[in-house]
């Protein structure tokens, strides 16, 4: 059995294309800084999961903007710069797990008493 599946390797290689795509290309100011966690991609490798994470600016405004109005032109691009025998549709979805580890952390913080004085 191969170590990595043909689905891990199309993922990884969005996930590079897609973070220079939009660092390079897209000059949009309701972006933010936007950063492109993982990309996963069914097995029948038809549609692909981004988790974003973003600095400024309202999570929910920006995945809504990166799903109806930039998730055809991104595809458009990455199926100039992928070969692939078709390019998946791209949904993008906020990931919450750095502010949930944050969140965790501080109440890690308060329950062992580390930032009383």
């Avoid at 991104?74 to 025998?85: G, M, N, W």
């Amino acid at each position: 059995m191969r170590e990595f599946q043909r689905t891990d390797r199309l993922g990884a290689e969005l996930q590079r294309e897609l973070a220079a795509v939009l660092r390079d290309e897209v000059k949009d100011p309701r972006l933010g800084l936007i950063t492109v966690q993982e990309v996963r991609v069914t097995r029948d490798m038809s549609h692909a999961k981004v988790f974003f994470t973003c600095m400024g600016g309202d999570p929910g405004s920006t995945q809504e903007f990166l799903n109806k109005k930039l998730a055809g032109f991104l595809r458009r691009e990455l199926s100039h710069r992928i070969r692939a025998r078709g390019m998946p549709q791209l949904h993008f979805v906020y990931d919450e797990s750095i502010e949930r580890g944050q969140h965790l952390s501080e109440l890690i913080d308060k329950a062992t008493g580390a930032n009383s004085e």
